[in-house]
């Protein structure tokens, strides 16, 4: 760890990062998914059944969904047959997820407040890890990667999807002029909060392009290494393998 890390576009000491993801996530917890939904067109929604194709759940598999929040993979993912952890560093957002899984009668869920950093699940406990849209928040990426590989068993299966910035040159430029200038409005209006927004669009624009961040899954220790890019490479899913 260095002495600084980033949050958003600005440097701050790793505790500090931690500190402050933690109050945006808390602060968004109650409108997060509208917000989704009014941010990216509703095509989160695609882009979370396609994860879970990819994940493949299987009935009694035990997943941890690392970074899962409000539940929306999860659900997914349950839905399936498998048991899922969901397991998020905000207590909030956790909550929200409960009464969300509750109202809609899901079962086979449990909810941890957990570091992905330093887990505190056994080693060779899950079938498969998933992290979406979680993992640029963390404040050691490559110590929350070491943890995805520890506590997977072998022939374990690693998944994340997140985003990063596009390399198609015209939609590079629509995006980012939207990401600046909208979202953090319409967190202002929707959510009464604007700076949070103004953070999460600061992180993606920060986070390793598709090849830097599937060469850290690789250094992980995960075999078979990939990403599948998205719109130019806005929306990755990250893959690999424990042996």
Known sequence: MTDQVNFGDE???????????????????RRYDVMNDLMSGGMHRLWKDRFVARVKPRAG??????????????????????????ADINADMLEVGEKRAESRGLTGLK??????????????????????????NVTDIPAALREAHRVLK??????????????????????EAFASNVIPSV????????????????????????????????KAGFVRAA????????VTIHS???I
């Open 240 to 242: 690999g393998w424990k």
């Open 111 to 136: 909810w941890n407040v957990e570091n992905a950093e330093a887990l505190t699940f056994d080693g060779s406990n899950f079938d498969a890890y998933t992290i979406v849209f979680g993992i640029r």
């Open 154 to 175: 072998r022939g374990g299966r690693f998944y994340c999807m997140e985003f990063s910035s596009s390399d198609w040159p015209g939609f590079s430029t629509l995006f």
């Open 11 to 29: 440097l701050v000491s790793p505790e500090e990062k931690t500190r402050r993801v933690g109050h945006v996530f808390s602060s968004v917890a």
């Open 187 to 218: 967190g202002k209006a929707v959510a009464d909060d604007e700076d949070s927004y103004r953070y999460l669009v600061e992180s993606i624009r920060r986070f390793p392009r598709p090849a830097v961040f599937k060469a850290m899954v690789a």
């Open 227 to 234: 990403a599948e890019p998205m719109l130019g490479g806005l």
């Open 61 to 86: 598999e035990e997943i941890l969904d690392m970074a899962g929040g409000t539940g929306d993979v999860a659900f997914r993912m349950v839905r399936r047959g498998a048991h899922v952890t969901v």
